[in-house]
């Protein structure tokens, strides 16, 4: 099965930028609509962006127009800029499938980002 590795994470101030990557052991984007996810600690994990076989691209609300969405198929990465980040963004991230738990591979250990003064 096609293994999912998220880093990136880190410790950053309010206001400020990281870069995530997903690398994927297969070739998988190109084929399947791919999404990051995030789980707060406490809290459910939840989508926050999702791009097409396309490549167009959907956000939630609460990141809508600071993370941006991209992926280079050749090198089989996806990755996820998160800019004017704030505390409440602070959560372990992950990438998968798009669509139904039965259809996602295996979760990653995922990269923690936190947001902190």
């Known amino acids: 099965q096609v293994q999912l590795v998220e880093s990136g994470g880190g410790l950053v101030q309010p206001g400020g930028s990281l870069r995530l990557s997903c690398a994927a052991s297969?070739?998988?984007?190109?084929?399947?609509?791919m999404g990051w996810y995030r789980q707060a600690p406490g809290k459910e994990r939840e989508w926050v962006a999702r791009?097409?076989?396309?490549?167009?691209?959907d956000y939630a609300t609460s990141v809508k127009g600071r993370f941006t969405l991209s992926r280079d198929n050749a090198k089989n990465t996806m990755y996820l800029q998160m800019n004017s980040l704030k505390p409440e963004d602070t959560a372990v991230y992950y990438c998968n499938k798009w669509g139904p738990t039965s259809l996602k591979l295996a979760w990653g250990q995922g990269t923690q980002v936190t947001v902190s003064s």
């Open positions: 297969g070739s998988i984007f190109s084929i399947n609509v």
């Open positions: 791009i097409s076989t396309g490549g167009s691209t």
